[in-house]
């Protein structure tokens, strides 16, 4: 898992550094008139610093810059392993950088700290940058205790989907207009009946046994706002149901979606269905040129929803900095700047002109279920140590679910007993 994780980490700092943002690129007259401003004196040589685990900023440092040539962008990378106890070492001995970026599946260390700043308050009043996001996605940024305290601004996000050949689908006599397609692998039984039959023809649907448990993992939030775990509902199981099916039916190719073998089943018509977040649309175009305007993309088969925890990130403003009002303008200007990362028009003649931003609003305006606590990294680690397994070839049975509910559970029952009571008292002290 944690191999994939750093091939997926790169080919998406490559998608972002490597090919410099059209629509979403703001210019410099754009900027002064959308991003919230300060008079502020700044001194020559002035640096502005940013712990972040990968450098993704050269626009948003070359736009900040043409603004405020004086100061000095300075972004230190952090190891992503180590990214929770260097960030709070620093805050506890109050030696912190301007900016912290946080990764999405750490957010939840976060949530119950104080030394980051309000961006509800002011002088940040981060509403009107809030705008791009639903209530579901933002309230993941805010205290478990309190919601109205914004410790971070979301700036990079991708929705999972479907991407399947369209032409190959109508060949076999299913739905290739993407909305019937989402509504027609909702049900466990179509998803099947489609990979039985697109099998029989050499097409596959999956690419690995544990491809969507892999999803279904990395779009979860463990827990709701009365800390009650949410990754063994009815929901969950009813999917881990329709993995081991399609498995016992090997429906799956057995490749590698990232590898050679991947790039060949696609070149070769043999994958024709396979889910990534939405960074994924510059990847195909790199890995099948030739196969622009047979892809579409769809929401994910079996109900299952939602943004990638992997590759989300965030910015916060330290309370200890002294560029308090610097660091939100660059906060800013980077949020709004990669908010319009996808927003595609004439360059999606890949996927047959549709347009694909209307399917990634659409997932990301769903409602969500769960949060993010200060309780995710037990979960996270359980279900690290499980999945383990299942990647080598086991089954994902229902009585693994259950086992993992009971290993979270027994880990955080003195930890959930404690935060309730601090949150209650907080209610009541209100």
């Not at 040589?45 to 993704?56: G, K, M, P, R, V």
């Not at 929770?84 to 700290?113: H, W």
């Not at 997932?363 to 999945?387: C, E």
Request: with cysteine; net charge negative; glycine share 6%.
């Amino acid at each position: 898992m944690r191999i994939k994780t750093i091939i997926v980490i790169m080919s998406i700092t490559l998608i972002i550094v490597g090919c410099r943002p059209t629509s979403a690129t703001i210019q410099l007259e754009e900027y002064e008139s959308t991003v919230q401003t300060f008079d502020q004196e700044t001194k020559a040589d002035s640096t502005l610093t940013i712990w972040a685990t990968e450098d993704i900023f050269s626009y948003a440092v070359e736009q900040f810059n043409q603004k405020y040539p004086n100061i000095n962008i300075e972004i230190i990378k952090i190891d992503r392993r180590e990214l929770v106890e260097t960030y709070m070492d620093s805050i506890v001995n109050q030696k912190t950088p301007d900016i912290f970026m946080i990764e999405d599946r750490y957010l939840g260390a976060f949530t119950g700290i104080n030394g980051l700043e309000n961006l509800y308050e002011e002088p940040y009043f981060a509403n009107e940058t809030l705008q791009f996001f639903s209530p579901d996605l933002v309230k993941n940024y805010t205290q478990f205790a309190n919601e109205d305290f914004l410790f971070a601004l979301p700036f990079m996000h991708f929705p999972y989907v479907t991407y399947y050949r369209a032409d190959i689908l109508e060949e076999e006599g299913f739905p290739s207009d993407p909305v019937q397609l989402a509504n027609f692998i909702k049900t466990t039984d179509n998803w099947l009946e489609m990979g039985a039959k697109l099998k029989e023809n050499g097409h596959y649907m999956m690419d690995t046994n544990h491809s969507l448990l892999s999803i279904l993992n990395s779009t979860t939030y463990y827990f709701d706002d009365e800390l009650n775990y949410l990754a063994n509902n009815q929901g969950v199981r009813e999917v881990a149901k329709a993995i081991n099916l399609a498995v016992e039916s090997n429906l799956e190719s057995k490749v590698n979606i990232w590898n050679e073998d991947g790039t060949t089943a696609l070149a070769e018509d043999k994958q024709v269905m396979f889910y990534l977040p939405s960074y994924g649309v510059d990847l195909l175009k790199t890995w099948v040129p030739n196969q622009s305007g047979k892809w579409r993309i769809t929401q994910l088969p079996l109900g299952m929803n939602g943004l990638d925890k992997e590759t989300g990130r965030s910015l916060a403003i330290s309370s200890f900095s002294n560029q308090k009002k610097l660091a939100w303008e660059f906060i800013q200007l980077t949020a709004k700047q990669m908010s319009g990362m996808y927003q595609y028009s004439d360059q999606n003649s890949f996927f047959g002109y549709q347009d694909v931003n209307e399917i990634f609003n659409k997932i990301m305006n769903k409602p969500s279920q769960g949060r993010s606590t200060p309780l995710d990294h037990y979960a996270y680690d359980v279900w690290d140590l499980n999945i383990y397994p299942i990647v080598m070839g086991n089954p994902i049975t229902l009585e693994i679910l259950d086992d993992i509910e009971q290993s979270i559970n027994e880990l955080t029952r003195i930890e959930k007993r404690a935060i309730k009571g601090v949150t209650e008292g907080t209610a009541g002290g209100d």
